[in-house]
């Protein structure tokens, strides 16, 4: 951001630490800078328009704020005292009481004639009313520097001693995220007389280890801060500029390889690696062909993870040998740098390609035995009977969906899906689980949807992430899921506020994509019952309509809510949801057509009326237990009840019609028609009529009605 430098009013504050957590640095620079801004505005010495910029590198914290006061203007202040009549006595004067509250505010028996009285509440009380004298810049900065310092999201607080010199006690010692040496406070080019963490506020600075032009660097004022960092220390001092020259460099290094080549992208990588240098140099590496044999996650991970390289991809996206160095030093002669992080990287490749080649000795098949010596949960067994019971759900899965074949194959990559496990290289990176599965699973010769299937499977691993790329690693991803899901409800391990150390609410939120972006034609009750299953050996009663275990139903409402919730963040009103998930529809492909459907219904205008005698309907019929969708024609008497009768005679069957054939939008508006009768009938019919047979019939009449609106969605859930 480009600072005003006609701002003469422009406050600039910095603290000069050693090297700060790279993967935090981000957001402590945010903090700090937002904290200050905060609580200077709050004080009234920075206007609310205020422009700040913040700063943050390896070696400094710091915010530049614009439009910033030497002192805050007075303020008003008016002071709730007493009740008039606890104030002052029945001849107006003022009783020991307020004389003793006045003069606790530095006033006496003369200000009582100036005291103002208002009501307060039901009775009138004494104000006294003052000028506060505001805040002087040395004043509020100290504040909101020791503000900021406490809010500061340190993952992890460092104490240390304080440098000797400092007029606090030899052996003090403070805590912060890393030791302090140095506080600049500028206002203009006047330094703020404040302190934090043992130190008191000058003007100068340090820029970059080795590169700085001069040492320290001594600033002129508050606007040249960044311009004399970058000129005089070598430092770009700003996170977004820095982390902009950065992926502008990396841009470029890649056009001079050629043949197409891009730096892999990785916002994450670019973050951290702009928290590590001050001064970006951006330089190009290689490493032998021969490696390229490797599985080229397994390099990219490696490069990524332990070295910060960002490893270069062709124009087909395929690793090449090339990768990018973002340096912290700008040599004359780069080629130390270079040859020096190129033999860094060669040990790690190595390591991955020996991995690689033990890894294939062995077929996945054989590893499978080894899984049984893993545990997965001290409640739940080993990995080898967690993978037994996700076989047994996803063949069941596929039986339901009637293809044998799918069966097989969703057996056998279940069966291998957790091998890789006890492979090698993901012992080493932990993170190439399914990845290296279907490397070897295709070593072994298997069948290319079986591999992708392993690889597949644990997908969607994050909000937003792709779903697996065939049926048999739909079916297998469905059942890994579910059997976590189903296993972790049956031992009570649920999450709890923002803790979910299983990812219960990711399995949650993939299992719904999978249901509905794939429109699968299962239900949910079904495929948790299949889990279930693998969790109650024997216990089959409840597949015919008998009770469940107990965890069944929650675990069902655990998805739904998840459901409700991912479709209010997609933009649908929470009414709107809780009409379509209040029937509990357990065919979650058909939640989206639901959905459109209540929408286009709200957007009618008999929709608010129909709504509220649904609501109405509900609450008459929650009193009527003996109550039945039974109707004799014989007992409809009023000409109300006769054409509302008629109406849904002939709108009803229509609508079930449409709603049969999956049109849930039609048979919505078809039933809308209904609206007139409907409010005839309420305006013209005494349903609790004192003759028996009478109250029941329209009670029936009323029942079969409600039963017909709401096969789409509960319609009161729309009523304001």
């Known amino acids: ?239 977004e500029a820095r982390r902009a020259e950065i992926a502008r460099q990396l841009a470029a290094a890649a056009v001079t390889v050629g043949g197409g080549s891009v730096p892999i992208h990785d916002d994450a990588l670019l973050d951290e690696v702009t928290a590590l240098v001050e001064r970006p140099n951006v330089l190009v590496c290689s490493f032998e062909r021969e490696f390229l044999e490797v599985p080229q996650e397994c390099l990219i991970l490696t490069m990524k993870a332990n070295q910060k390289y960002f490893p270069l991809l062709d124009a087909q996206a395929k690793l090449t040998n090339k990768f990018l160095v973002v340096s912290n030093i700008s040599p004359d002669d780069a080629s130390a740098v270079t040859g020096g992080n190129e033999r860094v990287v060669r040990p790690r490749l190595a390591d991955a390609k020996f991995f690689f080649d033990q890894d294939r000795k062995k077929s ?88 992708d299937a392993i690889e597949d499977h644990y997908k969607p691993r994050f909000a937003g992430d792709e779903l697996p790329r065939n049926s048999v690693g739909l079916v297998v991803a469905l059942a890994d899921k579910l059997e976590t899901l189903v296993g972790m409800f049956s031992i009570g391990n649920l999450p709890t506020g923002d803790r979910d150390p299983f990812a219960l609410r990711r399995h949650a939120l993939g299992v719904i994509r999978i249901l509905i972006e794939r429109d699968l034609p299962l239900d949910l009750d079904a495929v948790l019952k299949i889990a279930v299953l693998e969790f109650v050996p024997g216990v089959l009663k409840f597949m015919d309509g008998a009770d469940s275990p107990d965890y069944l139903e929650a675990l069902q409402s655990f998805i739904l809510d998840r459901l409700a919730g991912s479709l209010r963040e997609q933009g649908a009103s929470a009414q709107e949801v809780d009409a379509v998930l209040a029937p509990l529809p357990q065919r979650l492909g058909e939640v989206p057509k639901l959905l459109a459907a209540v929408r286009a219904f709200a957007a009618l205008p008999a929709a608010a009326a129909l709504a509220a005698a649904n609501k109405r309907i509900g609450n008459i019929l929650k009193k009527a237990p003996e109550a039945d969708a039974h109707v004799s024609e014989l007992l409809l008497q009023e000409p109300a009840e006769k054409a509302l009768h008629a109406a849904m005679a002939q709108v009803v069957p229509a609508a079930n019609a449409q709603f049969d054939a999956g049109d849930y939008t039609g048979s919505l508006q078809t039933l809308a028609a209904l609206r007139e009768p409907v409010d005839a009938f309420f305006t013209d019919v005494m349903v609790n009529a004192e003759q028996a047979d009478l109250r029941l019939n329209r009670l029936g009449l009323l029942m079969s009605l409600h039963s017909a609106m709401n096969r789409v969605a509960q319609l009161e859930r729309l009523a304001v």
């Open 364 to 451: 996945l098949a054989s590893r499978v035995e080894s899984l049984g010596k893993v545990v997965y949960h001290n409640k739940l067994g080993t990995q080898g009977e967690r993978v037994q019971r996700v076989m047994h759900i996803a063949r069941g899965i596929a039986e339901k969906l009637g293809d044998a074949t799918l069966a097989a194959q969703a057996t056998q990559a279940a069966q291998l899906a957790k091998a890789d496990l006890v492979t090698d290289m993901v012992g080493e990176f932990p993170e190439l689980q399914g990845t290296m599965g279907r490397y070897y699973a295709l070593h072994d010769g298997l069948d290319v949807a079986v591999a």
């Open 1 to 239: 951001m480009t600072i005003p430098m006609n701002n003469k009013n422009s406050l600039l504050v910095e603290l000069f630490v050693e090297e700060l957590p790279p993967k935090a640095l981000k957001k402590l620079g945010e903090a700090f800078a937002g904290v200050l801004r905060h609580q200077l505005v709050a004080q009234g010495l920075a206007e609310a328009g205020s422009v700040l910029t913040p700063y943050a590198s390896p070696r400094r914290l710091a915010a530049h704020l614009t439009h910033v006061a030497e002192r805050a203007a007075d303020k008003a202040v008016s002071q709730k005292l007493m009740p008039v009549a606890v104030g002052l006595d029945a001849s107006g004067q003022p009783t020991p009481a307020l004389l003793k509250r006045l003069a606790a505010l530095g006033a006496d028996a003369s200000a009582v004639p100036g005291l103002k009285r208002a009501m307060d509440g039901k009775a009138e009380a004494l104000f006294y009313e003052s000028t506060a004298k505001g805040a002087t810049l040395a004043e509020g900065l100290q504040k909101a520097l020791a503000e900021a310092i406490a809010k500061l999201p340190i993952p992890k607080v460092m104490s240390y001693q304080l440098e000797s010199g400092c007029e606090l006690p030899g052996w003090s010692s403070v805590s912060f995220v890393r030791p302090a040496h140095g506080l600049v406070a500028l206002h203009a080019d006047t330094v703020v007389p404040i302190e934090a963490l043992g130190l008191k506020a000058g003007r100068e600075t340090h820029g970059h280890r080795f590169e700085a032009a001069v040492d320290p660097v001594v600033l002129r004022d508050a606007n040249s801060y960044a311009l004399q960092l970058q000129d005089d220390g070598a430092v770009i001092a700003s996170f």
